[in-house]
């Protein structure tokens, strides 16, 4: 029978929660349990894709094309995991259904109500991932923070299923900050036991507590912290700060969390094996060599933004033994101050995200134009191979004024439209060219060397795309498109065969990227920023 185990927070977001959850994921995983995790989103979004993500973070794409929390993508990341769309439950979501039913007249006759018609959709919707997943243990995260309004409902669904699966197949976990007073170096553990009043207030008693610290707490810390939440004291756990993230699973493993969730749930006695798991960690620790990447984008404010793409240039710096610093570079500023275009000078390759909208455009475009014309390697992801059509078409093709109808909708050369199925469409809500789809490589290609076969699936998320029109004067100027979408239409990679490394994708290799088997176009993009920093003349992949 499958387990369930939720992770709460408390005090204030942004704690951690979501490397918490992935991190129990894989201490189960490396005791060979099967583990599925669920995100709750209480917002009352149907799903991220429309919020910004200089608010939110990046919107990340599950296979199936879910736009989804970027805590998917931590839970992809540390367990290897091809999540569902099904795997992020928002308000939005679940309201959504139930008045569809009771517009359906499911419910005839009967006033609907957030208990139990709201919290029985919730159920049903995290049990029905349950058994689809095959899971031993489905891990279900709930976003925000205990006590917010919006999250009550999916509390007390979580907490309904204590009575209905029942003591040893439910296991609550709890997650607060514990900050360490500046002045005095005093850890305080008051918040976090506010937090819990306010979990138990709600009919929550967790099982077990993890203080997320700058420090491992003390024994004091420890001892209230147990005291107050009516936990035994080995039930405590701390996250504390550590080099690198990937860290988390070995540092609370060694604390005997895993452990301790294991027994509860009637997994004890398993041997643990991290080997694969601590070896990345160790090439993530002790690099050899670094690169430094300028990343080029608009929303450079927050590095939540491109979270999935920081991590795929780190798990392919951790390939190349490499410490990957990554700077980010507002494209607005350099299109407004288009002389400081200079900053790029220190950098070992210049990097260009995905994005939407005017804002930024030129200046990224004017870095696409210093990666290309000092040959320092490129890499461009979907916005950042659009860009570069754009940039080539202006400076090597002579095609003045060519743009992205998504710019310059007037523009004399529209190099990047509208995909055709994409006209007329005006709902903005999961409207996009979304999720995996077949991408076919051509022989003799970078694009082929690095991705080793003649078809590969990537996630993609774009409304516009190459405009076929303009193939051939790109061809003649020297542009390879080295991939496409099945039926030819679609360019899905470009590459310029006469730099060391200029190459974009359509697709968001990132998505599919894990530690220690980075997607091919990153590791590509680190080794040749190498490989051009060690004065080699082509770079070499492995
Ligand atoms: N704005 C572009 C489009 O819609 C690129 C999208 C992206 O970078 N994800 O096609």
Known sequence: MVKYLFVTGGVLSSVGKGILTSSIGKMLQARGIKVNVIKIDPYVNVDAGTMNPYMHGEVYVTDDGGETDLDLGWYER???????????????????????????????????????????????????????????????????????????????????????????????????????????QEMKTKPLQHSVNELRRIGIQPDTIVARSPEMIDAEARRKIALFGTIPEDAVFCSYNVGSIYQVPLILDDQGMGEFVCKRLGFSGRNRDFKGWREFVDAVLKPECDVRI????????????????????????????????????????????????????????????????????????????????????????????????????????????????????????????????????EIKGATMRLGAHKVVVEQGTIGHRLYGCDEIYERHRHRFEVNLDFGDVLRKNGLVFSAKSSDGRRMEMLELPDRFFFFASQFHGEFKSRPGRPDPEYYGFIKACLDKKAGKEKPEFS
């Open 78 to 184: 540390f367990l290897d995991l091809d999540l569902k769309k099904d795997n992020n439950l928002t308000t939005g979501l679940v309201y959504r259904a139930v008045i569809e039913k009771e517009r359906r007249g499911d419910f005839l006759g009967r006033c609907v109500q957030i208990v139990p018609h709201i919290t029985n959709e919730i159920k049903h919707r995290i049990r029905s991932v349950a058994k689809g997943s095959g899971a031993d243990v489905v891990l279900t995260e709930v976003g925000g923070t205990v006590g917010d309004i919006e999250g009550l409902p999916f509390l007390e669904a979580i907490r309904q299923m204590r009575l209905e699966e029942g003591y040893d197949s439910t296991l609550y976990v709890h997650v607060a900050l514990v900050p360490v007073l500046d002045v005095t």
């Open 294 to 425: 300028a990343l080029v984008g608009k929303y450079a404010g927050l590095t939540d933004a491109y979270v999935s793409m920081s991590e795929a240039l780190r798990h392919g710096g951790a390939k190349c033994r490499a410490k990957v610093s990554i700077d980010y570079i507002e494209a607005e500023k350099l299109e407004q101050n288009p002389d400081c275009i200079g900053v790029l000078k220190g950098y070992d390759g210049v990097f260009v995200p995905y994005g939407f909208g005017p804002r930024g455009t030129e200046g990224k475009i004017l870095a696409i134009k210093y990666a290309r014309e000092n040959d320092v390697p490129f890499l461009g992801i979907c916005y950042g191979l659009q860009l570069a059509v754009i940039e080539f078409s202006r400076d090597v093709c002579g095609l003045k004024g060519a743009n992205s109808t998504e710019i310059d909708p007037g523009s004399p050369y529209p190099v990047i439209d509208l995909m055709p199925e994409q006209r007329g469409i």
